[in-house]
């Protein structure tokens, strides 16, 4: 028996069940990455720049997309909108050269118009209220940020507003993103392992 009067006995199954747990959380949260990035649709952003540096984590590019302001043209019947609602899906059509624009969003739900087979709907959030739209909606997507390896940052970022630099990004099902590769031109700057 243990000091707390718990009998000793069931120490080491409650242990391994703690342990089991654990490995069962993280496995689920590599696992919805993976599943995301193995299955989802593939399309190409082009990237803005904006900041390169994590103190905790290194070097990153902090980025925006060109789908990262939308026009509120493009905004399906935001005055049917909830007033509380901040999440938003954009439809994505690739243009000529493969890379894709945003050509409808809808706050809470997909946009209404039928999806051509191409087309792929992207989940993410704005702060910005439905009834106090301006000119443009910003929209985080979740894929902001691009860590890469220590010192490699400062230079991409200094490169975004000469060259051109684009994501491929995987978007599964229900419209979450994940950043699959990194390219400067046609070049492959980094490409994100499945595990």
């Known amino acids: 028996m243990t000091a707390t009067g718990f009998p000793s006995r069931y120490l ?7 342990a089991l747990l654990q490995i069962g959380v993280l496995y689920w949260m590599i696992h919805g990455r993976v599943s995301i990035l193995r299955d989802g649709r593939e399309v190409t952003l082009t990237v803005l720049p904006v900041d390169p540096r994590d103190l905790l984590r290194g070097d990153y590019v ?9 026009p509120v043209a493009l905004v399906e019947e935001p005055e049917k909108a909830d007033p509380a609602e901040r999440v938003v899906y954009v439809r994505l059509r690739p243009n000529a050269d493969g890379v894709s624009e945003a050509v409808a969003a809808r706050f809470g739900e997909r946009p209404h118009a039928a999806p051509e087979p191409q087309d792929v709907d992207i989940r993410g959030v704005t702060y910005v209220s439905p009834d106090a739209l301006s000119s443009f909606l910003p929209v985080d997507y979740g894929i902001e940020r691009f860590y890469l390896p220590e010192g490699e940052g400062r230079p991409i970022e200094q490169g975004v507003g000469v060259r051109p630099f684009s994501m491929k990004v995987a978007v599964a099902a229900d419209g979450t993103a994940q950043i699959k590769a990194f390219y400067d031109g046609d070049k492959l700057i980094h490409s994100e392992p499945l595990y």
């Not at 080491?12 to 703690?18: D, G, H, K, M, S």
């Open 62 to 70: 902090r980025i925006g997309y060109t789908i990262s302001s939308l």
């Open 12 to 18: 080491i199954p409650i242990a391994l069940l703690v």
